[in-house]
Nanobody
């Protein structure tokens, strides 16, 4: 089981930006395909952006053009840069290993996540 810890959430106004970080505690991290997921109030958890061990990326339509996923294998971290945030982006954000790239299916138990609140 990979140990991934999310951070970087907070309160931001509509149109603002946040940078989320997902940190791993093991050196095999650079072999993982990793995804950022979110759970909006009253909704099921959904994948937002995926990044492969080789750096290929994939985004949900709502994230395209606004969110950027990147990885820093030296620091064992996956980042999600979010810009032009909207009220409807409010929710808890999580990272996880991916077992199915096509579906963005997560692999490990969920961590605590990080809360993103977009509010004026």
């Amino acid at each position: 089981q990979a140990q991934l810890v999310e951070s970087g959430g907070g309160l931001v106004q509509p149109g603002g930006s946040l940078r989320l970080s997902c940190k791993a505690s093991e050196s095999t991290f650079n072999t993982y395909n990793i995804g950022w997921y979110r759970q909006l109030p009253g909704n099921q958890r959904e994948w937002v952006a995926l990044i492969s061990s080789g750096g290929d990326t994939k985004y949900r339509d709502f994230a395209k053009g606004r969110f950027t996923i990147s990885r820093d294998d030296f620091r064992y971290s996956i980042n999600l840069q979010m810009t032009a945030l909207k009220l409807e982006d409010t929710g808890a954000y999580y990272c996880n290993r991916i077992v199915d790239w096509a579906r963005g299916t997560p692999y490990d138990p969920w961590g605590q996540g990080t809360q993103v609140t977009v509010s004026s």
